[in-house]
């Protein structure tokens, strides 16, 4: 059994800050991607950054800039660095993570969801 527990959301004002935490725990042989995906009210889920166990990182586009994904592997956890947070990032934020097995199958995993929610 895993379990994938966020922190961190919450309501700041555009311009502002928040950093998102991610911790996995349970039965853990090693972890692949770590990555956090939003999903915004009336919208599909979308990416937003992933992050390899080689710290290899992928950003959508409209982050760039003004997010940092990172991870300590040592800790199990992920994390999300937003800064100049617009309006637009309001979303509930998930974290994703793909662990891989002894037999070489990989699981993935979705943590309960952060709200985030940016006031203009």
Do not use: H
């Not at 961190?8 to 911790?23: E, N």
């Not at 002894?102 to 979705?110: I, K």
Request: proline share 1%; aromatic share 8%.
């Amino acid at each position: 059994q895993v379990q994938l527990v966020e922190s961190g959301g919450g309501l700041v004002q555009a311009g502002g800050s928040l950093r998102l935490s991610c911790a996995a725990s349970g039965n853990i042989f090693k972890i692949d991607v770590m990555g956090w995906y939003r999903q915004a009210l009336g919208k599909q889920r979308e990416l937003v950054a992933v992050i390899s166990s080689g710290a290899s990182t992928n950003d959508a586009d409209s982050v760039k800039d003004r997010f940092t994904i990172s991870r300590d592997n040592a800790q199990n956890t992920v994390y999300l660095q937003m800064n100049s947070l617009k309006a637009e990032d309001t979303a509930v934020y998930y974290c994703n993570v793909v662990l891989l097995f002894p037999s070489l199958q990989e699981r993935t995993y979705w943590g309960q969801g952060t709200q985030v929610t940016v006031s203009s």
